[in-house]
T-cell receptor, first 112, second 114 residues
C-alpha cells in the first residue's frame, strides 16, 4: 500500500518568513495530493491540492509543487502570519481510488 | 449547505462498553470515509463506504469495530467492548458521487475510554 513520509515534524518561523513542508510517497500510481490544515481541536480543512498532470499550483500565499519522477511534493507558504500556525498534513491517493494516505503532520509555529 | 456533521462531539465510555459514532455527510455526497487520529499523530484511514456498501475496510481492526452507511440516515461507526487504546479523535469525511477525491471533514468525535 501507499506510504507517505512528511518532514519536518515541527517548524518554527518568524512572521513574514517562508515555510516549506516536504512529503514523499511510495506508490507510483498515486495521482492526487491534497494538503490539509488542522488548528488545535478543529477539523482538517483542505487548503490546496494538486494532481499528477500538473507540476505546480499556486493560490495566493500558498503553493504546492509535485515531482512525479522523484515521488515527492512540497507545500510552500510565503509571507507567513501568526494565523498560519497549525498542523499541516499532506496526503496521497491513487487514480480511481478515493482513500487518502496521510503523512504524520507538521506543526508550524509562526512567531510575531 | 451544511457541512459534514458528526455526533456526539465528545463521548466518554468505560472499558467494555459500546461506542456509537454518527456521521451525516454533506448534502449530495454519497461517499463516506472514517479516519482515526491518535494524539499528536496523523489521520489513519479506517473504512470507506457508499450507501449500503462497504467499499474498503482495510484500515479497520479485525475485531470489535464495524461500520455501516444505510440507505436512510447517517453513517455509523460502532466500537464494541471499548478499551483504553480506542481513545482517539474519530473523523469522518465525505465526497460527492462523481468524486475527484476531494474530501470534506466533519468536526470529529473525541472518544475517551476510562
Amino acid at each position: 500500500g501507499e506510504n507517505v513520509e512528511q518532514h519536518p515534524s515541527t517548524l518554527s518561523v518568524q512572521e513574514g518568513d517562508s515555510a516549506v513542508i516536504k512529503c514523499t510517497y511510495s506508490d507510483s500510481a498515486s495521482n492526487y495530493f491534497p494538503w490539509y490544515k488542522q488548528e488545535l481541536g478543529k477539523r482538517p480543512q483542505l487548503i490546496i491540492d494538486i494532481r499528477s498532470n500538473v507540476g505546480e499550483k499556486k493560490d495566493q500565499r500558498i503553493a504546492v509543487t509535485l515531482n512525479k519522477t522523484a515521488k515527492h511534493f512540497s507545500l510552500h507558504i510565503t509571507e507567513t502570519q501568526p494565523e498560519d500556525s497549525a498542523v499541516y498534513f499532506c496526503a496521497a491517493a491513487s487514480s480511481g481510488y478515493s482513500t487518502l494516505t496521510f503523512g504524520k503532520g507538521t506543526m508550524l509555529l509562526v512567531s510575531p | 449547505n451544511a457541512g459534514v456533521m458528526q455526533n456526539p462531539r465528545h463521548l466518554v465510555r468505560r472499558r467494555g462498553q459500546e461506542a456509537r459514532l454518527r456521521c451525516s455527510p454533506m448534502k449530495g455526497h454519497s461517499h463516506v470515509y472514517w479516519y482515526r487520529q491518535l494524539p499528536e499523530e496523523g489521520l489513519k484511514f479506517m473504512v470507506y463506504l457508499q450507501k449500503e456498501n462497504i467499499i474498503d475496510e482495510s484500515g479497520m481492526p479485525k475485531e470489535r469495530f464495524s461500520a455501516e452507511f444505510p440507505k436512510e440516515g447517517p453513517s455509523i461507526l460502532r466500537i464494541q467492548q471499548v478499551v483504553r487504546g480506542d481513545s482517539a479523535a474519530y473523523f469522518c469525511a465525505s465526497s460527492p458521487q462523481n468524486t475527484n477525491n476531494e474530501q470534506f471533514f466533519g468536526p470529529g468525535t473525541r472518544l475517551t475510554v476510562l
